[in-house]
């Protein structure tokens, strides 16, 4: 089911009001349907379906909240795309839902700290991807801080938070890394994390990058989030150079192209090898 032989892109399906490039226009449940099936058709491995906002300064919301507004959307798109859904959750109760309505992954930005998530991965028995942040959402921006290295910190909470997985009993096989770019990192943070992704490969499981759109590629070129395609297209191109899996993007279509380029690059010997192409 998740054939990581190349990397691939997981499209990005909000169903919030308050998403920080979206706008919230996914906010109904046919919408955000829509949106999965173009993904799909523009040739995401994967859709993450997510109810919370989690981007920097957004506001916690109730467990009733999101299931309200992920489990239709869930519903209609486990039963028309072949690709597996990702529930972008924290919350256990959402995690156990979303999964019985078809969820084949979890992708918790909280790295299963809240009540009840570690002992939910286990039982449902489904890749999770486990992301770094710092702080929560509300604040993580206002004091980002790694005295002792943004990669070498990642590292060791990698180490911790895959270690406490496993003897919870989450398979080994089934957890998935990611750096949380812009969870509680200054952009100084970002790009370092960017230059060292190489570094994660030492738990050898795959790792997943969030960049789409986001600050670190808005501030560093000083644009509004609707014209950050080709900065985020130039950070997923790196850090598919250095490993990464799997792109959790807005822009299906441009990025699988990017990551057909970076695929091609990697695999020169054994393409086509006559005329002028
Ligand atoms: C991510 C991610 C995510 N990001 C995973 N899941 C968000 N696995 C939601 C900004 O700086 O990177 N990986 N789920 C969205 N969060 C943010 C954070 C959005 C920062 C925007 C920013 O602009």
């Given at each position: 089911m998740f054939d990581l032989s190349q990397p691939c892109a997981m499209g990005i399906v909000n169903v919030t009001p308050d998403s920080f490039s979206d706008g919230g226009c996914f906010i109904h449940p046919d919408r955000a349907v829509e949106r999965a099936l173009d993904m799909v058709e523009?040739?995401?491995?994967?859709?993450?379906?997510?109810?919370?906002?989690?981007?920097?300064?957004?506001q916690?919301?109730?467990?009733?909240q999101e299931v309200d507004r992920v489990l239709?959307?869930?519903?209609?798109?486990?039963?028309?795309?072949?690709?597996?859904?990702?529930?972008?959750?924290?919350?256990?109760?959402?995690?156990?839902?979303?999964?019985?309505?078809?969820a084949e992954m979890i992708n918790d930005v909280r790295a299963l700290r809240?009540?009840?998530?570690?002992?939910a991965c286990a039982d449902l028995n489904v890749p999770v991807c486990l992301v770094h942040m710092q702080g929560l959402p509300r604040t993580m921006q206002q004091f980002p801080d790694y005295p002792d290295g943004v990669i070498s910190e990642l590292n060791i909470f990698f180490t911790k938070h895959i270690e406490r997985a496993v003897e919870a009993g989450v398979s080994r096989d089934n957890v998935f890394i990611d750096p949380g770019f812009g969870f509680g990192k200054t952009l100084q943070h970002n790009y370092q994390l960017l230059r060292g992704l190489e570094d994660f490969s030492i738990h050898e499981?795959?790792?997943?990058?969030?960049?789409?759109?986001?600050?670190?590629?808005?501030?560093?070129?000083?644009?509004?989030?609707?014209?950050?395609?080709p900065g985020s297209l130039s950070a997923v191109?790196?850090?598919?150079?250095?490993?990464a899996n799997?792109?959790?993007v807005h822009d299906v279509k441009a990025t699988v192209e990017a990551l057909k380029v970076v695929d091609a690059m990697h695999h020169a010997d054994e393409l086509e090898n006559w005329g002028a192409g």
């Open positions: 523009q040739g995401a491995s994967i859709v993450d379906v997510g109810g919370e906002s989690t981007r920097p300064g957004a916690a919301i109730s467990v009733q239709p959307v869930i519903e209609v798109l486990t039963g028309e795309i072949n690709v597996p859904v990702s529930i972008d959750t924290s919350k256990a109760e959402v995690m156990r839902m979303a999964v019985s309505a078809g809240e009540d009840g998530a570690l002992q499981v795959p790792v997943l990058v969030g960049i789409s759109r986001k600050s670190m590629i808005g501030n560093l070129l000083d644009l509004p989030v609707e014209e950050r395609l191109v790196i850090a598919a150079m250095k490993g799997i792109f959790r």
